[in-house]
């Protein structure tokens, strides 16, 4: 499998900021997904997007599937300090190989 | 509670000593997966498995088997453990129809000595 190259690989941000990273791959995808993972515990899943263009949101979040299908994207509006934690973009084709990237790791001061 | 538990959630031992490590979910899940997470390499996949008796390898499964006889269970066996096998190792667990959307049980530390 690949592993997916995510950007920022850490962030400092303070309370009201808004968020971006974004993940790469130098293959394609037909599915991109988001999970975050809260200190202490496993990966959840945010945002699954499964088409190219496609732009989801859930709540404060917002993901982005990139048209060349290597890319993607996640956008945090307006930080709170509970949205700390790690955010792992992976992608697939099979559906059963995740291929998970690096990790950004948030920190939000009040 | 739907969930997915792991046991032992810690774990230190030294090199070359036989270890399991249980993973159990009680969603009637068809998919069970293992992964291992490393600072600054995030999630691997170990194994998978798409059913009973049906398991593949993912990205890294060297060092390890596992087995699934039954349904809810999916243990990862290490039968020489080393070193490099010291990590945070998390199974995971989804309906067939929906692998995008895993379930993580809450993570085993294991360090090898």
């Known amino acids: 499998g690949q592993q997916l190259n995510q950007s920022p690989q850490s962030m400092f941000i303070q309370e009201g900021e808004d968020v971006s990273m974004n993940c790469t791959s130098s293959?394609?995808?037909?599915?991109w997904l988001w999970y975050k993972q809260d200190p202490g515990e496993g990966p959840v899943l945010l945002i699954a997007?499964?088409?190219?263009?496609e732009l989801t949101s859930n709540g404060r979040l917002t993901a982005q599937f990139g048209i060349t299908r290597k890319d993607s994207f996640l956008n945090i509006s307006a930080s709170i300090p509970s949205d700390v934690g790690i955010y792992f973009c992976?992608?697939?084709?099979?559906?059963?190989?995740?291929?998970f990237g690096k990790g950004t790791s948030l920190l939000v001061t009040p | 509670e739907a969930q997915v538990t792991q046991n032992p959630r810690y774990l230190i031992t030294v090199t070359g000593k036989k270890l399991t490590v249980t993973c159990s979910q009680n969603?009637?899940?068809?998919?069970m997966s293992w992964y291992r997470q490393d600072p600054g390499l995030g999630l691997r996949q170990i194994y998978y498995?798409?059913?009973?008796?049906?398991?593949d390898k993912g990205d890294v499964p060297e060092g390890y088997k596992v087995s699934r006889k039954e349904k809810r269970n999916f243990p990862l066996i290490l039968e020489s453990p080393s070193p490099n096998q010291t990590s945070l190792y998390f199974c995971?667990?989804?309906?067939?129809?929906?692998?995008?959307?895993?379930?993580f049980g809450p993570g085993t530390r294991l360090t090898v000595t």
């Open positions: 995971a667990s989804s309906l067939l129809t929906s692998t995008y959307e895993q379930y």
């Open positions: 293959s394609i995808f037909n599915t």
């Open positions: 997007l499964y088409k190219a263009g």
């Open positions: 992976a992608g697939t084709n099979s559906g059963y190989a995740l291929n």
């Open positions: 969603m009637n899940h068809e998919y």
């Open positions: 498995s798409m059913n009973v008796e049906v398991t």
